[in-house]
């Protein structure tokens, strides 16, 4: 089978250095390379013309209209049998595309994700981002784990779908904005198969400063108010969470000001949830400085989200605007 592996790419060439030089390494071999540069600035051509001469690659460069039309542009033009998604900004293991292959082989599926993780080389704020969006204890571990919390959605960081698939739903419906879940609900909608390949992670690098980090899950909190609106059944409690995690904070603070005898019935199962955060991550990360930073990146995490959750909910839902 041939594999198609599709990567957007928007002002990034480090980091599109970085994935092909893993994908060069690669153990199985029977794949191409399709790169979509969408409207960069700083451009990505001279450095996938460097590996033409290792890899089955293609460059093709065309105006921003985001990462969803992109990698349709990228399906439009792909030989393979079976399309692997990723984003620009991940590290594979050698045998990444091997692991894929002999899933699929011995346990079909029409449409697949796979997990991330932190690698040895990421800063102690990148790991501390890693921790807090895969854990189970912060997100339920949706994010490709065994014992997710919920219905497992493949993410476009690292999903993979058939030709099948792709004819059949005619790709990303929408350019970003929650494309990927999107897509994941029609794909299961239409009644393919889909499911977890735990053994095909990648090391996602994702932003690598708090500011950042907030800015994301500030539009990943409005993004789950975007998917609501097309698939309203797909709402549930666990994405109300950081939004009161969020209203909990702000209420404990003011008590804590105002009421310091009331809140210290709030303070204290508030105080061991940091805690078990702390302990969790420092253990995983032999770190208890990555510990440490978890604590903030969960404040970053929790409140972004909750932020652009509720601001999207009272808008396009309550007051029933668009």
């Known amino acids: 089978m041939l594999y198609s592996i599709i990567v957007p790419v928007y002002n990034r060439p480090d980091e599109i250095q970085d994935l092909l030089d893993c994908l060069i390494k690669q153990t199985f071999t029977n794949f191409e390379v399709l790169i979509i540069e969408s409207g960069s600035t700083i451009k990505s051509d001279e450095v996938v013309k460097a590996f033409e001469d290792k890899l089955n690659i293609k460059y093709f460069f065309k105006g921003n209209d985001g990462q969803g039309f992109s990698r349709n ?5 792909a030989n393979g049998d079976y399309f692997i998604v990723l984003d620009s900004d991940v590290l594979l293991d050698n045998d990444f595309v091997e692991k894929i292959d002999t899933n699929l082989n011995n346990n079909y599926v029409d449409c697949y994700g796979g997990p991330d993780k932190a690698h040895d080389s990421f800063t102690p704020v990148q790991k ?66 889909v499911g977890l390949i735990p053994e095909a992670h990648v090391y996602h690098k994702r932003k690598t400063n708090f500011s950042d980090f907030y800015k994301q899950m500030n539009f990943f909190g409005r993004s789950r108010i ?19 995690f969020t ?28 805690l078990l955060i702390f302990i969790d991550s420092s253990f995983q990360n032999s770190s208890m400085y990555i510990g440490y930073l978890s604590i903030k990146a969960l404040f970053t995490q929790m409140f972004g989200y909750g932020i652009g959750f509720m601001q999207d909910f009272i808008k396009r839902v309550i007051l029933g605007e668009d």
């Open 73 to 77: 542009y990228g399906f439009a033009r």
């Open 128 to 193: 501390a981002i890693n921790y807090t969006l895969t854990s189970f204890f912060t997100t339920g571990g949706i994010r490709g784990h065994k014992n997710h919390v919920g219905k497992f959605y493949p993410r476009s960081f690292n999903m993979g779908f058939s030709r099948k698939v792709y004819e059949a739903t005619n790709g990303f419906k929408i350019p970003f904005f929650g494309e990927d879940i999107e897509l994941s609900a029609r794909i299961m909608a239409l009644g393919f198969k």
């Open 226 to 244: 975007n998917i609501y609106k097309m698939f309203p059944d797909s709402l549930k409690f666990t994405h109300f969470i950081p939004a009161l």
């Open 247 to 274: 209203i909990y904070s702000i209420w404990l603070a003011i008590c804590i000001v105002l009421v310091p005898g009331v809140s210290v019935v709030g303070v204290v199962p508030y105080c061991c949830y940091l």
